[in-house]
């Protein structure tokens, strides 16, 4: 997971780790200032679940909010044009 990419879409992603866990306040995430290990410190301190379990399930909730760079459709390619088929002109001579 980019970390990087919740940047603009904080407001998104904040809503969703409200919804998740409850227990978070906006006092909370204003306080983590989108910096992951805070955010962990305090999901882990809200809720008792362990670091290891509220960093997967963060990464995992992210991943479904924030498509990664990869999984970005790139356009498709352009078509191949091929010379068109049948006898070759004949030059001069």
Known sequence: ???????????????????????????????????????????????????FTVERQLDALIASLVPSPSAVEKPPDAPVRFPPSGPKPQGPG
């Open 1 to 51: 997971m980019e970390w990087n990419a919740i940047e603009g879409s904080w407001k998104q992603v904040s809503a969703s780790m409200k919804e998740k866990w409850s227990a978070l306040t906006d006092d909370d995430l204003q306080f983590v200032d989108k910096n992951k290990d805070a955010l962990v410190a305090k999901v882990h301190d809200r809720t008792g679940l362990e670091r």
